[in-house]
């Protein structure tokens, strides 16, 4: 396979790497490791795909983004790798199952995905720890959505929240 090819006459030194193939011929791979990646985007058809892949990754990322080209969901073993855990911006459009202790464990200090197993009471105490300075250090966004109705009272329990209007704006 070229690309593999390429990668070889490298040492398998790439800096980043897009993975967007259908059946991808892993019993004929001959990459085991890729550890100067840094940013990385998979596409995949399967878990199975996702685990072979990350498995060659470095434990530290600094970008991950993920693609499902099929209608599975990723399992808490996916979700739980260190190379998501620890990546510094981790984003995909797909439905993640993190758990809220998967997600108040997350070492990202940007992440966007669409959440559905994650509660109000793990939203708020994610908010809490990055108020009281207890967060990633360097975090600058969190982008979650979902097609649950969330209440909104519970997520900002316990927090001073002001509303950026006009005169919030101004002082800022």
Known sequence: MLAEKLMAK????????S???KQYP???SKIKSLPDCRSVYIS???EDEFRWWIQKLPEDLLDLELSINDTFSYSSHILSCPQVMNTARFSTWDKMGFTDDQFLKLK????MFSY???TEDGINQFLKNWV???GVEGFKKALLWSEQTRDELKILRGIEVRPWDEE???EA
């Open 10 to 17: 490298c040492n398998y030194e790439i800096k980043g790497l």
């Open 19 to 21: 993975v967007n193939f």
């Open 26 to 28: 892993f019993e004929n």
């Open 44 to 46: 995949a058809d399967n």
């Open 108 to 111: 990202t200090k940007s992440v």
């Open 116 to 118: 559905f197993n994650i």
């Open 132 to 134: 009281n300075g207890k």
């Open 168 to 170: 919030f704006r101004n």
